[in-house]
């Protein structure tokens, strides 16, 4: 619907192929150059094999790359990430991975790439988040719940469009879930802007 160009998908798997192929009929669509699918994977025995299953009508708009994760910070919140995405301009972004169990002592965290990705972006991004509440719950921490929306009935979090300029800043945590059920389950969460007075 939205077309975008440059595509960043944490998590290599069958939406590689998926997400290369809507980029190219977009692209056919629009009469516009084809871009690019920027496909992180920390495991390097799946890197390999889907490497090597990549089928070579869409392995030209796809950028494979093997990164391992690391425990990283937002504010007083703690994520893993891929040590290593590239910065690109990136529009889109399909997050379902890495595996979100710190390499330092196996705590279960959140995902922290998305936040990473938005805090460096000028144009508007939008993302897809697979099926991790603790994910989702941060992200509505950090972007709200009109800009982090969770639908019950895919079991996916829909976020965007955002910029850098929509990442909240958090002055004061509540860490108190305000679950909401209405057509569409939110997360809805108290919290305060540093520019709140």
């Keep these: ?37 920027t496909s992180m994977e920390d495991d390097l025995d799946w890197f390999e094999v889907a490497r090597s299953r990549l089928p070579e009508d869409v392995a030209c708009v796809v950028d494979m790359v093997h990164s391992p994760k690391v425990d990283g910070f937002y504010k007083c919140f703690r994520g893993v990430c891929y040590e290593s995405v590239p910065e690109r301009d990136y529009d889109f972004v399909f997050s379902d991975g890495p595996d979100r169990h710190s390499p330092v002592n196996g705590d279960k965290l959140f995902n922290l790439d998305l936040i990473n990705v938005m805090r460096r972006a000028e144009q508007p991004v939008r993302a897809v988040v697979d099926n991790h509440y603790l994910t989702f719950y941060i992200l509505q921490k950090v972007f709200g719940t009109d800009l982090a929306r969770y639908s019950v009935s895919h079991r996916l979090m829909f976020v965007g469009p955002v910029t850098r300029d929509d990442v909240r800043f958090l002055k004061k945590e509540s860490f108190l879930p305000d679950v909401r059920l209405f057509g569409t389950t939110e997360l809805r969460l108290r919290m305060a802007r540093e520019d709140w007075y």
Excluded: H, S
């Design 1 to 37: 619907m939205f077309k975008p160009k440059d595509v960043l998908e944490c998590g290599t798997g069958i939406t590689t192929v998926v997400l290369a192929q809507a980029l190219i009929e977009n692209a056919k669509e629009g009469g516009g150059p084809v871009e690019r699918v």
